[in-house]
Structures are given as structure tokens and as C-alpha cells.
């Protein structure tokens, strides 16, 4: 029983006030796969060039994350990106995108990984993630996130693609754009009403709010000492809320998912946020134990309990 994940697998350049680094591992699928990883087996549906380097395949496999869906395009260059970050960190400035084998990127899923019941569509053009959602015979849970390039520039593509989703992760201001309401509120009942009936909207730095019928649920950010680089902390927020679902096997007997499990997932999506932020790029899931997480669980419990 394992989640399909799809997006992009890249190089990134960062520039934070602690330091850059030119060329690191990086890509939305990257950071979702690893931080999953962690509460269950990941398959990777991604693209990358010949200059993908072995030791970068070989952090992924070694956690287990089953790349046969990784397509190495031959004499290509994987996508690259790089971004600079204000000096409170909350605000970013793309410098560069090449999307180089990105930019044909066709999704095709290999034949074991379809009969998969969980699935994760990373942030990619609209009609890419349908043709993947089509491509899965057997889903009982997906969903997945998206930016505002697509809400503004290929809106009815994204709306027909959301329909078929079980929820929704995206940040407040894309919530607002999707929704055409400033009110968060009104925003995620709006949202709800365009398919995806559980809604994770992410406030960054201050935690996320989780909406599911009537119900909403707010958790907080972690308050970390220091934050080092919150590239990707999003999608580690994205892999640790999928990845616990899955992990828990939710919707596989066709029951209504548990209110709380939501709850906790989403605890869990700080969790693996919190921790992506504290070294650069994926570095700190390099040396990150299962134990580390279960015990910011717990302090996110006694941090948060009255
Ligand atoms: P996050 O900080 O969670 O928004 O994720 C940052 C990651 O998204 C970086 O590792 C980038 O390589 C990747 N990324 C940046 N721009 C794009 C894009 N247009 N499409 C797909 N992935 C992107």
C-alpha cells in the first residue's frame, strides 16, 4: 500500500540571510517524498536530466522511495531553480526557472505503480495531474496542492482537474485568489464547494487551518530557534499530513476519515515543516529520525494543550 507521488524533482540555488548554496537537491517532489517517507512507502513519478547525480537518486532510494517512475531524459538537464529569501524569511523572490526536461514532462505511470490506493499531486500544470489521476484505477484518497500561476493563468483547466480531488493544500493568499473571498472562512467553504471536501490552507511561519464540513481546526507553526531555510517546507508539510494518512491506511474500507486523524495529520505536516527549515535544502532529512518526530509531536501536544 504505497503513495504515488508527482512533481518536480530539481536543482535549486537558495540564498537565505544564514548563507546560499548554488546547486543543492531540490524539487516539490523531492521534499514530499522524503518527509512521506517517513510514514510509508513513497513512489515517485517525477523527470530529470542525465546530469541527475547518483549520489541525489541514491538519498531517495535509500529511504525506500521506488523511483522506476523517475524519468532520466538522455543528453537533458534536470529543472533548476533559485530563489532569494527577505531577512525575516517570509518572503521569496524567484530569480531563475529553467524547466528544461520539465518542461515536456508527460507523466506516465509505470503499470505497478496504478493499483496504488493513496496519491499526491504536486504542484504541476493542471492537466498534467488529471492525466495522472486517470492513470490510477484503484485511488481511495488524493489530493494535492497548486500555486497561484495556475489558479491566475489556467483557472478552468485547475477547476475541472479539482472536482476529482479528496483535498486540497494550498497557502492563505492562493485560497483568497482561488476563491475570489478575502475571508478565509467564506474562502474554504467556497473552495469546498469546488470538490475537494477536506481543505488544508497553510499560513507559513503561523501554522494551518483545516477545514472539513462545518469543522475547522488550527494548528500553530513550530517556533523554531532558528530557521536556516524554508525551502520546501510546504511540501515536507504536504508529505508529512499525506504520509500519516496513508501510513494509517485511512479511506481503504471506504469509511468516512476520522475528523481527528485529519487533526493529527496535520500536526504531523508541521512537524516535518518545522524540521525541513533547520539545515538547507534536504539536509535535515538526511540525519532525521522517526524518534525526532514523535517527540516534536508530543511538544506540539503539550505546547498546545489548555
Ligand atoms: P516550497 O518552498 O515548499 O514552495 O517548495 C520549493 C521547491 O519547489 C523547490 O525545491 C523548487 O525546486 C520547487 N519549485 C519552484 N518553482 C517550481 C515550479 N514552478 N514548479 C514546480 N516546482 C517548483
Same mark, same amino acid.
Given at each position: 500500500?504505497?503513495?504515488?507521488?508527482?512533481?518536480?524533482?530539481?536543482?535549486?540555488?537558495?540564498?537565505?540571510?544564514?548563507?546560499?548554496?548554488?546547486?543543492?537537491?531540490?524539487?516539490?517532489?523531492?521534499?514530499?517524498?522524503?518527509?512521506?517517507?517517513?510514514?510509508?512507502?513513497?513512489?515517485?513519478?517525477?523527470?530529470?536530466?542525465?546530469?541527475?547525480?547518483?549520489?541525489?537518486?541514491?538519498?531517495?532510494?535509500?529511504?525506500?522511495?521506488?523511483?522506476?517512475?523517475?524519468? !532520466?531524459?538522455?543528453?537533458?538537464?534536470?529543472?533548476?531553480?533559485?530563489?532569494?529569501?527577505?531577512?525575516?524569511?517570509?518572503?521569496?523572490?524567484?530569480?531563475?526557472?529553467?524547466?528544461?526536461?520539465?518542461?515536456?514532462?508527460?507523466?506516465?505511470?509505470?503499470?505497478?505503480?496504478?493499483?496504488?490506493?493513496?496519491?499526491?499531486?504536486?504542484?504541476?500544470?493542471?492537466?498534467?495531474?488529471?492525466?495522472?489521476?486517470?492513470?490510477?484505477? !484503484?485511488?481511495?484518497?488524493?489530493?494535492?496542492?497548486?500555486?497561484?500561476?495556475?489558479?491566475?493563468?489556467?483557472?478552468?483547466?485547475?477547476?475541472?482537474?479539482?472536482?476529482?480531488?479528496?483535498?486540497?493544500?494550498?497557502?492563505?493568499?492562493?485560497?483568497?485568489?482561488?476563491?475570489?473571498?478575502?475571508?478565509?472562512?467564506?474562502?474554504?467553504?467556497?473552495?469546498?464547494?469546488?470538490?475537494?471536501?477536506?481543505?488544508?490552507?497553510?499560513?507559513?511561519?503561523?501554522?494551518?487551518?483545516?477545514?472539513?464540513?462545518?469543522?475547522?481546526?488550527?494548528?500553530?507553526?513550530?517556533?523554531?530557534?532558528?530557521?536556516?531555510?524554508?525551502?520546501?517546507?510546504?511540501?515536507?508539510?504536504?508529505?508529512?499530513?499525506?504520509?500519516?494518512?496513508?501510513?494509517?491506511?485511512?479511506?481503504?474500507?471506504?469509511?468516512?476519515?476520522?475528523?481527528?486523524?485529519?487533526?493529527?495529520?496535520?500536526?504531523?505536516?508541521?512537524?516535518?515543516?518545522?524540521?525541513?527549515?533547520?539545515?538547507?535544502?534536504?539536509?535535515?532529512?538526511?540525519?532525521?529520525? !522517526?524518534?525526532?518526530?514523535?517527540?516534536?509531536?508530543?511538544?506540539?501536544?503539550?505546547?498546545?494543550?489548555?
Amino acid at each position: 500500500m504505497a503513495l504515488v507521488v508527482v512533481g518536480s524533482v530539481a536543482y535549486d540555488g537558495v540564498e537565505t540571510p544564514h548563507g546560499s548554496v548554488d546547486r543543492m537537491l531540490g524539487g516539490a517532489a523531492t521534499y514530499i517524498s522524503l518527509a512521506a517517507g517517513y510514514f510509508t512507502p513513497v513512489k515517485l513519478v517525477a523527470v530529470v536530466g542525465d546530469d541527475f547525480a547518483p549520489e541525489d537518486a541514491g538519498l531517495l532510494a535509500s529511504r525506500g522511495i521506488d523511483l522506476t517512475g523517475l524519468e !532520466r531524459v538522455p543528453g537533458g538537464k534536470t529543472f533548476f531553480w533559485s530563489g532569494v529569501y527577505s531577512a525575516d524569511m517570509n518572503d521569496r523572490t524567484t530569480l531563475r526557472t529553467d524547466l528544461n526536461v520539465f518542461a515536456d514532462f508527460n507523466p506516465k505511470l509505470p503499470e505497478p505503480y496504478r493499483s496504488e490506493p493513496y496519491l499526491f499531486l504536486g504542484n504541476i500544470q493542471p492537466a498534467l495531474q488529471e492525466s495522472v489521476r486517470a492513470q490510477m484505477h !484503484r485511488v481511495k484518497l488524493a489530493g494535492g496542492d497548486t500555486m497561484n500561476y495556475w489558479i491566475d493563468d489556467f483557472r478552468a483547466e485547475l477547476l475541472k482537474t479539482l472536482k476529482d480531488w479528496d483535498f486540497l493544500l494550498i497557502n492563505d493568499s492562493e485560497a483568497r485568489l482561488l476563491s475570489g473571498e478575502q475571508n478565509l472562512r467564506r474562502a474554504a467553504a467556497k473552495i469546498q464547494e469546488m470538490g475537494p471536501r477536506t481543505l488544508v490552507v497553510k499560513r507559513g511561519e503561523y501554522g494551518a487551518v483545516l477545514f472539513r464540513g462545518k469543522s475547522h481546526f488550527m494548528a500553530p507553526g513550530y517556533l523554531l530557534e532558528s530557521v536556516f531555510d524554508p525551502t520546501g517546507a510546504g511540501d515536507s508539510f504536504a508529505g508529512g499530513f499525506m504520509g500519516y494518512l496513508a501510513g494509517r491506511r485511512v479511506a481503504l474500507d471506504g469509511a468516512e476519515i476520522d475528523f481527528a486523524d485529519l487533526r493529527r495529520a496535520v500536526i504531523y505536516g508541521s512537524v516535518m515543516g518545522s524540521f525541513c527549515c533547520e539545515q538547507f535544502g534536504v539536509d535535515r532529512f538526511r540525519t532525521l529520525t !522517526r524518534e525526532e518526530i514523535e517527540a516534536r509531536y508530543e511538544e506540539f501536544k503539550s505546547c498546545t494543550a489548555f
